[in-house]
């Protein structure tokens, strides 16, 4: 009981770090560098990315890129919220758009 209630405890700590880790990169990529030479291009060059990190299809792997993702497309819809539905929202929603259109 003491050392599985241990190895819980273990494990949970090891994920929320690793979830701190993930959101981390995630504020990582939606902050544009220095060197970028517009919003409007680090946004176009990421955002597909960014929504890539969506089709992992290793399991484990899955969740931390999904949290990455999450973080990141969270954090460029509060700081640019027009250049995130461009180029973030609209392209996620948009085969649900085709099939309510067909």
């Known amino acids: 009981g003491i050392s599985a209630a ?10 929320a770090l690793d979830w701190r ?3 981390a990169v995630g504020k990582i990529l939606a902050a544009c560098p220095q060197q970028c030479l517009s919003l409007e291009d680090y946004y176009r ?21 999904q949290r990455v993702a999450t973080t990141t497309l969270l954090s460029m819809a509060r700081e ?3 250049l ?15 099939c309510s259109q067909a």
């Open 45 to 65: 060059q990421v955002c597909p990315q960014v929504l890539d990190l969506l089709h992992i299809q290793d399991k484990v792997a899955a969740r931390q890129f």
């Open 84 to 98: 995130a539905e461009r180029h973030l929202l609209q392209p996620l929603l948009a085969p649900l758009r085709r």
């Open 21 to 23: 880790k993930c959101d």
């Open 6 to 15: 241990v190895v819980g405890g273990a494990g949970a700590e090891a994920a």
């Open 80 to 82: 640019q919220p027009q």
